[in-house]
C-alpha cells in the first residue's frame, strides 16, 4: 500500500493545492494532507481551522486523510507509514529551494523519496501568500481558492463594494 504525505501550512489551502491532492489521489492508495503547526510563519488560520478547511474542501477526495505536524517532515513520514514526500513547484525559484529540502529529507531519512508535482498552468501563479494578502486588501481570490476557504477569508476580510 502506497502512502504519499503533502505538508504544507495550508494557510490557506487554494485550488493549486486542491489540484496537487487530486492528482497524487490517482497515483496512491491514501494522501495525508500534514498541516504544519508552525508558530515561526505566524498563520492567519489557526492549526484546527487550517485542518478542518483542508478537510472540507477535500471531502470529495475518498483515500485522503488530515493531521497536524511539528518538527520534521521525515519524522512526520515515518510517523504517517509514508515512504514518499509529495511537493509542489511552481517555479524555477521554487524547484531550486524544494530541490535542497529533498536531498537534505534524503541525507536524513535515505529511505523516504520525494516526489515533485507541477500544477495546472492556470494556478501555477496561486500561492496561499500571495492570495492572503489580495484578499487583506479587499480583493476577490474566490477564483483561486474552495467556497469555504473563500467564505472564511471574506468573515476575515469583507470584499470591498
Same mark, same amino acid.
Given at each position: 500500500m502506497k502512502r504519499i504525505v503533502y505538508p504544507g501550512t495550508f494557510d490557506p489551502i487554494t485550488r493549486?493545492?486542491?489540484d496537487l491532492v487530486e492528482?497524487?489521489?490517482?497515483?496512491f492508495d491514501t =494522501? %495525508?494532507?500534514? =498541516?504544519? *503547526?508552525s508558530e515561526k510563519k505566524q498563520p492567519m488560520f489557526a492549526l484546527k481551522e487550517r485542518m478542518d478547511l483542508c478537510a472540507e474542501a477535500l471531502a470529495h477526495v475518498h483515500?485522503?486523510?488530515?493531521?497536524?505536524?511539528?518538527?520534521?517532515?521525515?519524522?512526520?513520514a515515518r510517523e504517517q507509514d509514508?515512504?514518499?514526500i509529495l511537493r509542489g513547484v511552481r517555479t524555477v525559484a521554487d524547484y531550486e529551494y524544494e530541490l535542497q529540502l529533498?536531498?537534505? *529529507?534524503?541525507s536524513l531519512a535515505p529511505g523516504i523519496e520525494? %516526489?515533485?508535482?507541477?500544477p495546472g498552468e492556470s494556478l501555477s501563479y496561486v500561492s496561499s501568500s500571495l492570495l492572503r494578502?489580495?484578499?487583506?486588501?479587499?480583493?476577490?481570490v474566490s477564483r483561486f481558492v474552495p467556497d469555504n476557504v473563500s467564505k472564511a477569508l471574506n468573515s476575515r476580510f469583507p470584499p470591498r463594494q
Open positions: 493549486g493545492h486542491i492528482r497524487a489521489s490517482k497515483l =494522501v %495525508v494532507i500534514a =498541516v504544519a *503547526n483515500n485522503l486523510e488530515v493531521c497536524s505536524f511539528t518538527g520534521l517532515t521525515v519524522e512526520l509514508c515512504t514518499i529533498a536531498n537534505m *529529507n534524503r520525494t %516526489v515533485f508535482l507541477t494578502e489580495i484578499a487583506s486588501m479587499g480583493g476577490d
